[in-house]
Structure formats: structure tokens, C-alpha cells
């Protein structure tokens, strides 16, 4: 596997990771209380902790994704 590649699959990983963030965003937007259903039913928190928790969740995919995947991608395309 050459650099081409490993940059080409960073990068991919970048656009489906924001894709996923980005629908996780909207049902939270959109689908409030289905989501926060799942989420009573699954783990049985507290109802005050769903935003919370989804908002977190997403912070922290975000940081993630930028953290593992957007800057090796940038490292890469600035070392040549």
C-alpha cells in the first residue's frame, strides 16, 4: 500500500464519518423523543441525560474523526 492509497482511503473515511455524524445530527434534530426512546430503553438513564448524552456522543465522534482521520489526511497531503 503506497501513500496514494492510505491518503485516498483517509480521506473516505473523513466523507463517511461526516455523512454518519451528520445523520446522528439530524435525527437528534428531527426524531427527538423516537431517539431519546431508544436510548430510556437501551441504557436506562435518566430522560433529563438524552441530549446530553447525544450531544456528547457527537462531540465526541467529531473530535474522533478529525483527530484519526482529517489530520493524517492533511499530514499526508503536505508531505507530498
Given at each position: ?27 437528534v ?52
Open positions: 500500500m503506497n501513500i496514494a492509497q492510505i491518503r485516498e482511503a483517509l480521506l473516505w473515511c473523513v466523507i463517511l464519518n461526516i455523512g454518519l455524524v451528520t445523520v446522528w445530527s439530524i435525527l434534530l428531527v426524531a427527538k423523543g423516537w431517539l431519546n426512546g431508544i436510548i430510556l430503553k437501551w441504557f436506562r438513564v435518566p430522560a433529563e441525560h438524552c441530549d446530553m448524552i447525544n450531544l456528547t456522543g457527537i462531540v465526541l465522534y467529531k473530535v474522533g474523526n478529525i483527530l484519526f482521520f482529517l489530520v493524517p489526511y492533511i499530514a499526508l497531503r503536505i508531505v507530498g
